[in-house]
């Protein structure tokens, strides 16, 4: 059983400290393949989980998301389980997803099956935060 962390958190490591998990995930990720991507050109039965990282323009916390999770977040199983699809706020009536409520707050997160939302997370105060409920926010999907 995992200890609530990310699925790439070293099993029995104690310290969360955001700095060193960064640094632990970048180097253990170095030499990552591509195993686990789609293959491009072959469909698949299951409609493919999606992360919908819907942002504006000069958020704050937009930016930092980009800075600490952005770059990592491809790198993750979480990433490769529902890779991420970014849409401006503006953008989203017209980007045929179907909501269970209007985004009113950017970053909102919103896990996708196709295009209709199983769930979201709305804000980001910090890594710890958005680990922990998107590992919860995952567990919507069905197994694998």
């Given at each position: ?7 790439w ?9 955001p ?26 039965a ?56 209007p ?36 567990e ?5």
């Amino acid at each position: 059983m995992h200890d609530g962390g990310p699925s790439w958190y070293p099993a029995g490591m104690t310290t969360r400290h955001p700095t060193r998990r960064t640094a632990l995930l970048l180097a253990a990720t170095a030499a990552a393949t591509t195993a686990g991507r789609p293959i491009p050109g072959r469909a698949s039965a299951e409609p493919q989980a999606t992360l919908v990282y819907v942002r504006e323009v000069g958020c704050p916390w937009c930016r930092e998301w980009d800075a600490r999770i952005g770059p990592i977040y491809p790198k993750t199983q979480e990433g490769r389980r529902a890779p991420i699809r970014e849409v401006e706020k503006r953008d989203v009536p017209a980007s045929g997803l179907t909501l269970v409520r209007p985004v009113r707050y950017t970053p909102t997160f919103v896990l996708v099956v196709g295009n209709a939302e199983l769930g979201r997370i709305e804000g980001y105060p910090g890594e710890e935060f958005f680990w922990a409920r998107l590992t919860k926010l995952l567990e919507l999907l069905p197994g694998e």
